[in-house]
């Protein structure tokens, strides 16, 4: 059973494990292992799960690390058993009881919310249902300013969509209750509102990192700061 934390990489809505591409270099020339699971994207307890189960099935502890969305399920999985630690990369942190909605409901509104596209999946047994995917043409502004132009193109193209559900389902735990947490704060984030994250860290008593300047993609743009955060997780609970 390895003693150093496995780092399970939890990607946020509109994007795919790939995001972490360049932070997952990163730890791995530092020889931390890492894995990067499919996040399903259907709803916050399921996809929280979903999670916990990879988690659970890991040998030694674990540090969740979660994007934009991916913060709200490593909130809920957190409190399987091998988890050590949180990370929050431009992340909501929902409190027990709280959802998406309602949390960045206590704030202004971040353009990502004027510019959602709707779409329907089939739902066995039931009438179609909702997700969500950013307007193509707005994509590079809201989502990843601080990324070259040729790669907002692809990144807009290959979007997984979220259930719209998602944003009103509930948190049933708070793992930062009782796990330490990071946060890293992206200043010029365009998708979830900058304050919305700094509520949340400071609520959670995270250790807090803001860099000016860094879109919501900022797992894309500044891959060494997002792995740095990430490695002095690792080395407090090593």
Do not use: C
């Not at 990607?11 to 699971?37: C, K, N």
């Not at 399903?40 to 979660?66: F, H």
């Not at 509104?109 to 709707?118: A, M």
């Not at 860290?201 to 891959?223: L, M, Q, W, Y």
């Amino acid at each position: 059973m390895s003693t150093t934390p496995t780092v399970l990489l939890v990607h946020g809505a509109f994007a795919d494990a790939a995001s972490w591409s360049g932070v997952i270099a990163e730890l791995q020339r530092d020889g931390i292992p890492v894995i990067a699971p499919p996040n399903p994207l259907r709803g916050l307890a399921s996809d929280a799960a979903y999670v916990a189960s990879a988690a659970a099935q890991i040998d030694g502890p674990v540090i969740l690390v979660g994007h934009s969305y991916g913060g709200a399920l490593i909130t809920v999985a957190g409190v399987t058993e091998n988890v050590v630690g949180l990370v929050y990369v431009a992340a909501y942190v929902l409190e027990e009881g709280e959802s998406l909605g309602e949390l960045q409901g206590r704030f202004p509104l971040s353009p990502l919310v004027s510019n959602l596209k709707q779409w329907t999946y089939p739902v066995s047994g039931g009438e179609p249902a909702t997700e969500v995917t950013i307007a193509e043409d707005a994509f590079p502004s809201v989502f990843a300013a601080d990324v070259p132009a040729e790669v907002t193109r692809i990144l807009a193209a290959a979007q997984r969509p979220l259930a719209a559900a998602a944003f009103e389902e509930t948190a049933s735990a708070a793992a930062w209750r009782t796990k330490p947490a990071w946060a890293l704060i992206a200043g010029a984030d365009n998708a979830i509102n900058p304050e919305v994250e700094r509520f949340g860290a400071k609520r959670a008593d995270a250790t807090i990192v803001e860099i000016e300047g860094a879109s919501h993609a900022v797992a894309v743009s500044r891959p060494k700061e997002v792995a740095d955060l990430i490695r002095t997780a690792v080395r407090a609970r090593g």
